[in-house]
């Protein structure tokens, strides 16, 4: 990938997470954290929904060229946020409360509004 197709794609990665942060906080989560990382990956959001702890991936696209955004969240791609969650738990010493992992499919077309879809207890 170019260094100009990068700096697009990461961009557009940022801008994503902002709407899920509005979303979120409209919806009456409360942010823990953004962008935790550990074992070399991420978790891009983490919020309590009411009492349940809520480990969130979000993923962007502007076309749907090459799939929908939540298509990117693979078998593997859950094992590795899964297991980053327990070290967030481990790290702050949570025990074993609710937990649960959403994914936030944005899709932000070049002309119009965002389109989000939330799939909640997504795995």
Same mark, same amino acid.
């Given at each position: 990938?170019?260094?100009?197709?990068?700096?697009?794609?990461?961009?557009?990665?940022?801008?994503?997470? %902002?709407? !899920?942060?509005?979303?979120?906080?409209?919806?009456?989560? @409360?942010?823990?954290? =953004? *962008? #935790?990382?550990?074992? +070399? /990956?991420?978790?891009?959001?983490?919020?309590?929904?009411?009492?349940?702890?809520?480990?969130?991936?979000?993923?962007?696209?502007?076309?749907?060229?090459?799939?929908?955004? %939540?298509? !990117?969240?693979?078998?593997?791609?859950?094992?590795?946020? @899964?297991?980053?969650? =327990? *070290? #967030?738990?481990?790290? +702050? /010493?949570?025990?074993?409360?609710?937990?649960?992992?959403?994914?936030?499919?944005?899709?932000?077309?070049?002309?119009?509004?965002?389109?989000?879809?939330?799939?909640?207890?997504?795995?």
């Amino acid at each position: 990938m170019s260094e100009d197709r990068y700096d697009e794609a990461h961009a557009l990665g940022r801008r994503g997470e %902002e709407i !899920a942060l509005r979303y979120f906080r409209r919806k009456g989560y @409360r942010i823990v954290e =953004r *962008g #935790f990382r550990l074992f +070399r /990956g991420e978790i891009d959001i983490i919020a309590h929904d009411g009492p349940t702890l809520v480990f969130i991936e979000v993923k962007t696209r502007a076309t749907t060229e090459f799939g929908l955004p %939540e298509e !990117a969240v693979t078998p593997a791609k859950q094992n590795q946020i @899964r297991k980053i969650a =327990r *070290g #967030f738990l481990v790290e +702050r /010493g949570l025990g074993e409360p609710d937990c649960r992992f959403d994914v936030l499919a944005v899709l932000v077309p070049e002309e119009g509004d965002p389109v989000v879809t939330h799939f909640e207890s997504a795995f």
